[in-house]
């Protein structure tokens, strides 16, 4: 079907830098109509960062084995052991790969009154745990863009994700990183890490200030409206 659509279209619209070279990588024979725009934002500025955190961990779109929150609850597992007072919140829709893996290992390793599985909460929600967790954590194994990575940015979170090429270039290299996504050793070193970094809030700012220009919607709009008309 790509390959089929590819022929087909004068441009291509790789939404990273990481994604075009996947496309070039696979099909070469359109490299040359590939061009990169990021996904555009919208986002809402009247809403400020939280100065003070709460001890919490939070992590979205826990939904798909991809997304790799085995290893993160394995990291906090580590973790918890010197943090008592912290709690980790995996938010997002208790699909059958969250209860028949997750929550069993959750349950077995005496995890349950620290793992948190809130199911869906509505936007509004999900926004003030955000604005007001210590740290947001993304292992995914593969991303095209990771919008959630920018979004916690935006939000003032302080973020940890794997080392994914394209994590490191959406989020301008301005969080933290661990080596191989399933390393969970590597992510509570870097837990521990991030913990101990305890940002400013001017550096939080400074950072959401770098991505809202980046993906200010009316930018990337522009951006579409050129290459288009560009013919």
């Not at 279209?9 to 830098?17: L, W």
């Amino acid at each position: 079907f790509y390959r089929n659509d590819f022929r087909k279209v004068s441009k291509i619209i790789a939404i990273s830098d990481y994604d075009k070279s996947e496309i070039s990588e696979f099909f070469p024979k359109f490299s040359d109509k590939i061009h990169r725009i990021y996904d555009p934002i919208r986002f809402d500025t009247s809403k400020t960062i939280c100065a003070t955190k709460d001890k919490s961990i939070i992590a979205t779109n826990i939904q798909y084995e991809h997304k790799n929150i085995i290893t993160l609850i394995k990291a906090f597992e580590i973790f918890a052991a010197n943090h008592d007072d912290y709690k980790l919140y995996l938010i997002g829709r208790k699909s059958d790969y969250v209860n028949n893996k997750l929550v069993p290992y959750v349950n077995e390793h005496g995890l349950s009154e620290k793992v948190v599985f809130t199911g869906f909460i509505s936007r509004e929600e999900l926004e003030q745990k955000w604005r007001n967790a210590a740290v947001y954590v993304n292992p995914s194994k593969y991303e095209g863009f990771g919008m959630t990575a920018v979004e916690s940015v935006l939000m003032g979170a302080p973020t940890v994700l794997a080392s994914l090429p394209v994590n490191i270039e959406v989020t301008e290299n301005m969080c933290n990183y661990y080596g191989d996504a399933t390393d969970y050793k590597s992510l509570a070193n870097c837990l521990e890490a991030t913990i101990s970094e305890s940002l400013s809030f001017d550096e939080l700012q400074r950072r959401r200030d770098v991505l809202l220009e980046k993906y200010l919607y009316l930018n990337i709009g522009k951006k579409y409206w050129d290459t288009i008309t560009n013919m």
